[in-house]
């Protein structure tokens, strides 16, 4: 198979990884609050995409059992049923049927996402990953913006329930492409593997730190981000501007964030990026705790909005950097993957406790809050230290 056929394939599947993802985190909240939820039960919407942390603990079933591409159809078949039963269930209310449907979404769209990943490095050859991490990655920010973005604008003029039904068909369509996919050779590997090579990773001295530190560097950005739409809608902004400004114009904000952040990271050092825009990732809460106290207009929500997406990627930027370097070369896709769930089960609660707090506290005093729940990482930057071997920062410019 050529290369480019390949690109096109892997394109395609991972536009279908990201477009559950954008439906789940960016358009459910704001179908939930245009009908009038609690912030309380939008902030439990957090929990629901615990799978999405969980699934390493799964991944040797999908690893060990089956075609990839099956499991792949099977899990877009799944959410393509959730997914239209959604406006078949009351909204203003929600029940057991309807956080079910969602659960059910979640899990199906990491298992999915486990499937994808394995297939992914079945089909490429040596000396295509370069290319074809480009690709993935352009495809799922693509499909964030098609699932959390597009289709938020959509239902402002078609309204939700058709707008439910599209994005089951768009999932329809992409389950009968996976059934199509072609088929690559199954590499199987130990079901036990994964879990020793984390144990042996546990006995390196400072572990418990560097896991305290991941669990929460990002826990300002965790709690407040699934408030931010809520006080979007609340604050009598359009479908339209939330799925234009705060979704695709944040996607885009976020991309340029972490790209610049990457930039940065590789000229300052692993720990010096982790200190800088650590930082400036959570000052940029506070411009949303002064935009709510202020009861700014339009334009300084649209601000406030730019900069928390772009503060957001330069300190995801600093964090993956971190992530890969305490990995043992050898066990580094294992342990990742592991260290990767460990901060998303953070995120998860971190979200669950955010509607909570906004609702007692008010949108302002909470948004302040979050910055202060991102402080205490940084009194464990020198507990992981040793861990980190920058090489000397390269240009003086960068120097603070």
């Given at each position: 198979?050529?290369?480019?056929?390949?690109?096109?394939?892997?394109?395609?599947?991972?536009?279908?990884?990201?477009?559950?993802?954008?439906?789940?985190?960016?358009?459910?909240?704001?179908?939930?609050?245009?009908?009038?939820?609690?912030?309380?039960?939008?902030?439990?919407?957090?929990?629901?995409?615990?799978?999405?942390?969980?699934?390493?603990?799964?991944?040797?079933?999908?690893?060990?059992?089956?075609?990839?591409?099956?499991?792949?159809?099977?899990?877009?078949?799944?959410?393509?049923?959730?997914?239209?039963?959604?406006?078949?269930?009351?909204?203003?209310?929600?029940?057991?049927?309807?956080?079910?449907?969602?659960?059910?979404?979640?899990?199906?769209?990491?298992?999915?996402?486990?499937?994808?990943?394995?297939?992914?490095?079945?089909l490429l050859a040596p000396g295509e990953e370069g290319i074809a991490n480009g690709i993935r990655v352009s495809a799922y920010r693509a499909a964030l913006i098609v699932g959390g973005g597009a289709l938020v604008i959509l239902a402002g003029w078609i309204g939700w329930s058709p707008l439910y039904w599209t994005a089951a068909m768009i999932l329809a369509t992409l389950a009968v492409a996976a059934w199509l996919a072609p088929p690559v050779a199954i590499v199987?590997?130990?079901?036990?593997?994964?879990?020793?090579?984390?144990?042996?990773?546990?006995?390196?001295?400072?572990?418990?730190?560097?896991?305290?530190?991941?669990?929460?560097?990002?826990?300002?950005?965790?709690?407040?981000?699934?408030?931010?739409?809520?006080?979007?809608?609340?604050?009598?902004?359009?479908?339209?501007?939330?799925?234009?400004?705060?979704?695709?114009?944040?996607?885009?904000?976020?991309?340029?964030?972490?790209?610049?952040?990457?930039?940065?990271?590789?000229?300052?050092?692993?720990?010096?990026?982790?200190?800088?825009?650590?930082?400036?990732?959570?000052?940029?809460?506070?411009?949303?705790?002064?935009?709510?106290?202020?009861?700014?207009?339009?334009?300084?929500?649209?601000?406030?909005?730019?900069?928390?997406?772009?503060?957001?990627?330069?300190?995801?930027?600093?964090?993956?950097?971190?992530?890969?370097?305490?990995?043992?070369?050898?066990?580094?896709?294992?342990?990742?993957?592991?260290?990767?769930?460990?901060?998303?089960?953070?995120?998860?609660?971190?979200?669950?406790?955010?509607?909570?707090?906004?609702?007692?506290?008010?949108?302002?005093?909470?948004?302040?809050?979050?910055?202060?729940?991102?402080?205490?990482?940084?009194?464990?930057?020198?507990?992981?230290?040793?861990?980190?071997?920058?090489?000397?920062?390269?240009?003086?410019?960068?120097?603070?």
């Amino acid at each position: 198979m050529s290369t480019r056929r390949k690109l096109l394939w892997i394109a395609l599947l991972y536009f279908a990884e990201g477009f559950p993802f954008g439906l789940v985190v960016d358009n459910l909240p704001v179908y939930f609050r245009a009908h009038g939820v609690s912030l309380e039960a939008i902030g439990m919407l957090s929990v629901l995409g615990l799978p999405w942390s969980l699934k390493v603990f799964w991944a040797p079933l999908v690893d060990r059992f089956g075609e990839r591409r099956r499991w792949i159809t099977a899990a877009l078949v799944v959410m393509t049923l959730a997914t239209a039963a959604i406006p078949l269930t009351d909204p203003v209310a929600p029940g057991v049927a309807l956080f079910g449907l969602v659960l059910a979404l979640t899990i199906a769209s990491a298992t999915q996402d486990i499937a994808i990943d394995a297939y992914t490095i079945g089909l490429l050859a040596p000396g295509e990953e370069g290319i074809a991490n480009g690709i993935r990655v352009s495809a799922y920010r693509a499909a964030l913006i098609v699932g959390g973005g597009a289709l938020v604008i959509l239902a402002g003029w078609i309204g939700w329930s058709p707008l439910y039904w599209t994005a089951a068909m768009i999932l329809a369509t992409l389950a009968v492409a996976a059934w199509l996919a072609p088929p690559v050779a199954i590499v199987r590997t130990p079901a036990a593997a994964w879990w020793r090579a984390f144990v042996a990773w546990l006995a390196r001295p400072g572990a418990a730190a560097v896991l305290a530190f991941v669990l929460i560097y990002k826990l300002g950005d965790a709690s407040m981000g699934p408030m931010v739409k809520p006080f979007w809608l609340d604050r009598g902004l359009s479908l339209e501007e939330i799925g234009f400004v705060s979704t695709t114009l944040g996607v885009a904000a976020s991309v340029a964030g972490a790209l610049a952040g990457g930039v940065f990271t590789s000229r300052a050092g692993i720990f010096r990026a982790l200190w800088v825009l650590g930082l400036l990732q959570a000052i940029s809460n506070l411009g949303y705790a002064g935009v709510a106290a202020a009861h700014g207009g339009r334009a300084a929500i649209y601000a406030a909005s730019l900069v928390e997406s772009f503060t957001g990627g330069l300190g995801t930027a600093a964090f993956l950097a971190f992530l890969m370097h305490v990995c043992e070369r050898e066990h580094a896709a294992t342990q990742y993957a592991l260290l990767s769930a460990l901060f998303g089960f953070t995120r998860s609660l971190a979200g669950a406790m955010s509607g909570l707090g906004a609702s007692r506290l008010g949108y302002a005093p909470y948004f302040a809050a979050t910055f202060l729940l991102a402080l205490p990482a940084y009194a464990l930057l020198p507990w992981i230290r040793p861990w980190i071997h920058d090489r000397p920062p390269v240009p003086t410019a960068l120097r603070f």
